[in-house]
């Protein structure tokens, strides 16, 4: 298989290539970094690329599997971290240019889980900073290169912007983000690809440098939805350095995966939401309902008894409260060389009260048990993932947040899919959002994975990966 091949390969395909022994991971580790050294000067994904590192431990892979002793299906298989995963030893900047050179002290839960399973750290990706903001632009650090437009520079979507811009350009395989606000869901929709923002407590957060602990939440994003139940099956599970995923057992998605969704009832958003998103954003959802209709779903309508912008409202309170308690020192440092887009996010933080910010979590319960009993019957709540496609990069108006669709999912402790819809006239990714109750990833997984049976388009490459 040519390099171009390797680097845009599903996993699963790479996975059987190396179990078979039809493929090493030294090929393989080294498609992906001529790739990375040829692409990344434009499209700074990467805060740091591990290539000694990696061929290293390629080469221990592909030893262990000639010899038989391979760890698990996935070893062997590249995989890109965003740059808030601590790694011992390794530089975790938080998209933070005060952190440019502090190295992590211990390891994430999650990356061991990873290493343990054999799979390869190519690198850190680029982060907004504080993964505070949704656009994915770092003016401190540099806002990796959205590889749909070759000629001008767009939104990546954030925070988790460089895992985003790394899987859609083939700069790694799979990748993880994280998800406070839309953090995976709105990089994974701007740049084309499949993202899984996950229920809190099933995935662990220790060794996660945190944004709001009551919200934050890592999730793999991946090039289609069976990888990411793949990557997802991995990073799941209890851990007892994090007391949130403490009493959740573990729960395969992979079972279900491939059931179909003949006789699940879809509930299209109402009729008052769709004013926000664009008509080229809301002709790829009306074809992503009508489709998964055609494949024997029954498209509902549902009437929620709040609007996705109040919930949203809560979400932020919380995120900044929680966030400038945090980094309280740094913001209130106004020699800090801090991203100035930033700074008042979480320094809003600063004139929230104690009354606010409890007001806020004590209302989560109370519209958690709304919104459960109007999805009573229902299987999965459908929406645009963003408003729009990808904006120029110098026409973000900073001051509003391109997370409408999504932050009701974090507040209500939801798990939500991203995964590719269409295309605008531009030829830039529209995205369709599956939003399902707390704990029920594989059926966000399931619905998105028959979509993908019936369409292409998380099989397009962008103009930047030709």
């Given amino acids: 298989m040519a390099p171009q091949d390797l680097t845009f390969a599903p996993v699963h395909q790479l996975a059987r290539g190396l179990q078979q022994r039809l493929l090493s991971p030294v090929e393989l580790v080294e498609a992906f970094l001529e790739r990375i050294e040829a692409q990344e000067p434009k499209l700074h994904a990467y805060t740091e690329v591990f290539a000694a590192d990696a061929r290293q431990a390629a080469e221990a892979a592909d030893a262990a599997i000639r010899a038989g002793h391979a760890v698990g299906t996935l070893h062997g298989i590249p995989i890109a971290l965003k740059d808030l995963i601590e790694l011992e030893g390794k530089v975790v900047t938080g998209g933070c240019e005060v952190w440019k050179e502090r190295k992590a002290t211990r390891t994430a839960t999650l990356a061991r889980k990873l290493i343990a399973q054999g799979m390869i750290v190519m690198g850190k990706t680029h982060t907004v900073e504080f993964a505070m903001g949704g656009w994915g632009t770092n003016s401190r650090r540099g806002t990796p290169w959205n590889p749909w437009d070759p000629e001008r520079a767009r939104t990546p979507g954030g925070s988790s912007s460089g895992s985003g811009v790394a899987v859609a350009a083939g700069l790694a395989p799979w990748a993880i983000g994280t998800d406070t606000g839309g953090s995976v869901r709105l990089p994974s929709s701007w740049c084309g690809i499949t993202g899984l923002k996950t229920t809190i407590g099933r995935v662990s957060t220790h060794g996660v440098l945190p944004l709001s602990p009551t919200l934050d939440t890592p999730g ?184 409408h669709y999504t932050r009701f999912a974090n507040y209500l402790d939801l798990t939500a899919l991203a995964l590719p819809n269409g295309n605008d006239a531009r030829g830039l990714p529209t995205s369709l959002q599956i939003v399902c109750r707390a704990n029920e990833e594989a059926m966000a997984l399931r619905v998105g994975w028959a979509l993908q049976q019936a369409t292409d388009w998380h099989l397009r490459r962008p103009p930047l990966a030709a």
């Fill in 220 to 403: 793999p994003m991946a090039r289609n939805v069976e990888d990411a139940a793949l990557l997802y099956a991995v990073i799941q599970g209890p851990d007892p350095l994090d007391p949130l995923t403490r009493g959740l057992p573990y729960a395969d998605p992979l079972p279900g995966l491939k059931r179909g969704v003949r006789g699940l009832r879809l509930a299209r958003m109402p009729e008052a939401e769709r004013q926000y998103a664009s008509a080229e954003v809301l002709a790829a959802y009306d074809r992503s309902l009508a489709e998964l209709e055609k494949l024997g779903a029954g498209i509902v309508a549902v009437q929620l008894p709040f609007q996705f912008a109040d919930v949203a409202a809560h979400n932020l309170r919380i995120m900044a409260a929680e966030s400038y308690t945090l980094y309280h020192d740094l913001i209130d440092d106004d020699a800090a060389p801090l991203d100035p887009h930033v700074r008042p996010r979480i320094a809003a933080g600063r004139s929230l009260s104690a009354r606010e910010y409890i007001e806020a979590v004590r209302m989560r319960d109370t519209m958690k048990q709304q919104f459960a009993a109007a999805m009573e019957g229902i299987d999965a709540l459908l929406t645009p993932t963003t408003m729009t496609t990808a904006v120029p990069v110098d026409e973000v108006d900073q001051s509003k947040a391109p997370a």
